[in-house]
């Protein structure tokens, strides 16, 4: 029913259920809820379910109200239950006990009005100027809450990388991962209430999602539902702007869908336009297996040939006797910054998560004759999608030819030690251990005299640097000129 109390859509079920079809997606009333009321029987006189109170939630439903009745088919009971305004309570809905059908005085209207001028007074206090898409950002995992929440934090920095403005967060500890939705009912219920008191366009997993975990999301929320592989995915695909480094998206946005693309039309429609919807598109998103294949194909042959053209100019250069030394590091650790010092340059560099992609080189030429080509990489990250570490082989391979590698890291960060780690663990899987690494301590100007102490502690062989600051990065440029001085002996 709506709120003038007429009937919208009458449904027949049979004794265990009903079939509710569905709703049109526009708000059919001012304010955050549909503008609908459901009201139902239970034929065998049990009180609301657990399947009610989801439906209530996951529609947006203004109240649910169940009318009992007992053996002979005549109305015994009434229970209702409606959401309740943001901040109100822990729960999600409040249910009230049943009450004799004909004895009920509560003015559901009334309640409902409630509601919409709390979300009306929440959107009030909002910054409603920032057009971008609102998110609320998730993670399930067996992992601690301070873990979770860390890993949360980077999420959060991807997002507003991608365009998605974080407007709430939910943090779930688990045995045992849901194989259906992730995350139970009880859960599911309280992350759309959440959803729905920000006005949350998506929900975003920091977990990769299976194909029926998203599937089955998209099913019961009416929220374009996005993972961590589909948000960096994502990032790359706005970045990219060489043929090589759009081939190399293309590829692993296609790699991640093929086995997703059964039953997904739904969830699909969501991700057109937006955070979520990019590279491939939607004509080539719903296209058979068989022509994904087709495609994946062809992309890997264009991506030899421009792996084998970069050869030709690593071979060049190698010829030419100029030594290379590649940046690495950690996504945002500031490794285009410190390109642009040390050659005048203006290689992009932005305070975002992956703001380059495609390698970058430049020729400098020191006082002492000494030359040398500086190649700037892609950032690395944890957890990063298995499809973008095949797909961007090719992008990596510049590391293979390197003379010495300097690992930037942002000493500033909370998780230096992790992002370190992390970037140690992939130059370990790549097999480029025997490579010299000159560890660069940057952002040294950000830290008080207590946490240098610190950091000097955990990584005694670390040169403290300020990749914006020239006279910071002699240091750094002397240890670079000794270890190619190294490798010149070594050679003779």
């Known amino acids: ?76 009971f009434a229970q209702y239950a409606y959401l309740l305004p943001p901040g109100s309570s822990e729960k ?24 919409e001028d709390e979300f009306s007074r929440a959107d009030k206090t909002r910054d409603n100027s920032d057009e971008r898409e609102r998110a609320v950002v998730v993670s399930v995992s067996q992992d601690s809450k301070a873990l979770q929440d860390r890993s949360l934090d980077e999420l959060v920095d991807l997002a507003d990388t991608a365009g998605l403005k974080v407007e709430g967060r939910l943090i779930q500890r688990i045995r045992k ?36 975990q ?28 060489t043929r090589a480094g759009k081939l190399q998206v293309e590829m692993a946005q296609l790699k991640y869908t093929m086995p997703r693309l059964v039953g997904m039309n739904s969830a699909m429609s969501r991700l057109m336009g937006g955070v979520g919807g990019r590279g491939p598109g939607e004509t080539k998103l719903e296209i058979d297996r068989r022509r994904v294949k087709d495609r994946l194909v062809k992309l890997g042959n264009e991506l030899k040939k421009v792996s084998k053209q970069r050869g030709y100019t690593r071979d060049r250069r190698s010829r ?35 703001a380059t992609l495609d390698p970058t080189s430049r020729r400098i030429r020191f006082p002492n004759d000494q030359e040398l080509i500086l190649t700037d990489t892609v950032g690395f990250i944890r957890q990063l999608p298995k499809e973008l570490k095949e797909a961007f082989r090719a992008t990596l391979e510049e590391l293979e030819v390197a003379d010495v590698l300097l690992h930037v890291a942002d000493v500033s960060h909370p998780e230096v030690e992790e992002q370190i780690e992390a970037v140690e663990n992939i130059i370990q899987d790549m097999e480029l251990q025997e490579i ?18 610190m950091v000097k502690n955990v990584f005694p ?30 050679v003779r």
Do not use: C
């Open 461 to 490: 062989q670390g040169i403290p640097a300020s990749a914006n600051n020239r006279k910071s990065l002699r240091p750094v440029v002397e240890q670079m000129l000794e270890e190619l001085r190294k490798l010149s002996k070594k």
């Open 177 to 212: 991962v849901n194989p259906k939705t992730i995350m139970g009912k009880g859960k599911l219920a309280e992350l759309e209430v959440l959803a729905l008191q920000v006005d949350a366009d998506v929900v975003l997993f920091d977990q990769e999602l299976t194909a029926a």
């Open 436 to 453: 010299p690494v000159i560890l660069v301590l940057n952002k040294w100007d950000k830290l008080s005299a207590e946490s240098r102490e």
């Open 320 to 354: 030419a006797g100029v030594p290379v030394v590649s940046l690495v590091g950690y996504t945002n650790a500031g490794k285009s910054t410190l390109l642009n010092t040390l050659t005048n340059s203006v290689v992009l560099a932005e305070d975002k998560l992956f």
């Open 92 to 115: 999600a809905y409040e249910q009230l006990p049943p009450v004799r059908w004909n004895e009920s005085d509560i003015d559901l209207p009334a309640v409902v009005k409630a509601l």
């Open 1 to 76: 029913m709506n709120r003038q109390g007429r009937p919208e859509l009458i449904l027949v079920g049979d004794p265990s259920s009903i079939y509710i079809p569905e709703l049109p997606r526009a708000r059919q009333s001012e304010g955050r809820l549909r503008g609908l009321r459901l009201l139902h029987t239970h034929i065998s006189g049990e009180s609301l379910s657990e399947e009610d109170l989801m439906d209530m939630v996951f529609l947006r439903l203004d109240s649910v109200t169940v009318i009992g009745s007992d053996s002979n088919g005549d109305p015994e």
């Open 214 to 241: 998203m599937r089955n999301l998209s099913e019961v929320t009416e929220r374009k539902v996005l993972d961590r592989t589909q948000l960096i995915l994502d990032i790359f695909a706005q970045h990219a702007t």
